[in-house]
């Protein structure tokens, strides 16, 4: 599993909740499309976190690397209704970072012949 993160900051007048209905809107429509997994959005507490990442944690999980590029190509398409969702999100965001994870170790590794 590749897990997509992202951090940001709302713009200023921007309401949680409604980031938090755009961001289930976009990410609920590419799960029902196959193109993600499932996702995951959390808020900092109590002011705990790195002062450069965002108030607000996303990570949306895929299968693998193809599954994400196939996410992406559907948001670069700009066609709707995934572009109507899209910009629901990433018109109220400032600040943004990304990161990509996987699981680890990974499941096809084979253990034993590593020559570090």
């Known amino acids: 599993m590749d897990i997509y993160h992202a951090w940001c900051d709302l713009k200023p007048g921007v309401s949680d909740v409604t980031f938090c209905e755009g961001v289930k809107k976009y990410l609920g429509h590419l799960k029902s499309e196959g193109l993600i997994e499932n996702w995951r959005l959390m808020r900092r507490k109590l002011g705990l976190g790195l002062p450069t990442l965002g108030e607000f944690h996303l990570m949306i999980e895929v299968k693998d690397l193809a599954q ?32 990509l994870y996987r699981d680890f170790p990974d499941p096809f590794r084979h253990r034993g012949d590593e020559k570090f």
Do not use: I, K
């Open 68 to 99: 994400l590029d196939q996410a992406f190509a559907r948001a670069a398409e700009r066609c709707e209704p995934t572009e109507g969702f899209h910009f629901g999100v990433n018109s109220l965001v400032q600040n943004v970072a990304f990161a």
